[in-house]
C-alpha cells in the first residue's frame, strides 16, 4: 500500500523554537506539497517542490522553510515558531500530470506554546 | 472572488437520501477537478476526480462537471452516515503542479 508519512502526529513546541515536520513517501513522486489546516481557512498551500532541491512558495510561505535533498522526503521548518503557526500540517505527493490528485500524510498537529 | 467556492454548510440529509455537494471555480483556464473526504481528525481523501464535461460516476458517488458554468458537483446517492464528513472540492489550473481547494462542506447523514 503506498504511503505519504509524517513523522510526528502530534508536536507541542515553545515560541521561538526552530521545529522541523518531515515527510516521506514511497511512490517515486516527482511533486511534494505542504498545507496547513485552520477552521475556517481550509487549506493553504505553504511550499512544493516539484523536483530534488527545487522548491516553490505557495500561498503562505512567511515564516516557513522547506528542504528536499532526496526525492522521497520534503521537510517543512519553522525558522521560529509563533503562537499563530499553531495549526495541522499537511503533507501530500502526487506525479505529473493531469490525472494525479494528490495522496495526503496522516498529518502533524503542530501547537505553539 | 474566491478560487474556488463551496457551498456553505453544513449540510444534513437523512439516511437513504441523495446528497447534493456543489463547487464553482473562477480560473477557465482550470482541468482537472477533485472531491476529497475528510473525516473529523483525519487527513483527507480523494474518492472521485472528472476532467470532462458531463457525469462520472463510481459507487454511489457521480461527479458532474460543466466547464461552462465553471461548475463541478458530487451526488452522494443512498446516503450513509458513515458518509458524515467534511467534502473537500479542488482544482488543478492549466499545467500547475498544485491543487487550489475549497474550504469545503459538512455533511451529516442523519440515521
Known amino acids: 500500500d503506498v504511503k505519504v508519512t509524517q513523522s510526528s502526529r502530534y508536536l507541542v513546541k515553545r515560541t521561538g523554537e526552530k521545529v522541523f515536520l518531515e515527510c516521506v513517501q514511497d511512490?517515486?513522486?516527482?511533486?511534494m506539497f505542504w498545507y496547513r489546516q485552520d477552521p475556517g481557512l481550509g487549506l493553504r498551500l505553504i511550499y512544493f517542490?516539484?523536483?530534488?532541491?527545487?522548491?516553490e512558495k505557495g500561498d503562505i510561505p512567511e515564516g516557513y522553510s522547506v528542504s528536499r535533498e532526496k526525492k522521497e522526503r520534503f521537510s517543512l521548518i519553522l525558522e521560529s515558531a509563533s503562537t499563530n503557526q499553531t495549526s495541522m500540517y499537511l503533507c501530500?505527493?502526487?506525479?505529473?500530470?493531469?490525472?494525479?490528485?494528490?495522496?495526503f500524510g496522516s498529518g502533524t498537529r503542530l501547537t505553539v506554546v | 472572488q474566491k478560487e474556488v467556492e463551496q457551498n456553505s454548510g453544513p449540510l444534513s440529509v437523512p439516511e437513504g437520501a441523495i446528497a447534493s455537494l456543489n463547487c464553482t471555480y473562477s480560473?477557465?483556464?482550470?482541468?482537472?477537478f477533485f472531491w476529497y473526504r475528510q473525516y473529523s481528525g483525519k487527513s483527507p481523501e480523494l474518492i472521485m476526480s472528472?476532467?470532462?464535461?458531463g457525469d462520472k460516476e463510481d459507487g454511489r458517488f457521480t461527479a458532474q462537471l460543466n466547464k461552462a458554468s465553471q461548475y463541478v458537483s458530487l451526488l452522494i446517492r443512498d446516503s450513509q452516515p458513515s458518509d458524515s464528513a467534511t467534502y473537500l472540492c479542488a482544482v488543478k489550473r492549466g499545467s500547475a503542479r498544485q491543487l487550489t481547494f475549497g474550504s469545503g462542506t459538512q455533511l451529516t447523514v442523519l440515521p
Open positions: 472528472i476532467y470532462s464535461n
Open positions: 511512490m517515486d513522486h516527482e511533486n
Open positions: 517542490s516539484y523536483d530534488v532541491k527545487m522548491k
Open positions: 501530500a505527493s502526487s506525479s505529473p500530470g493531469q490525472g494525479e490528485g494528490y495522496t
Open positions: 480560473d477557465r483556464g482550470s482541468q482537472s
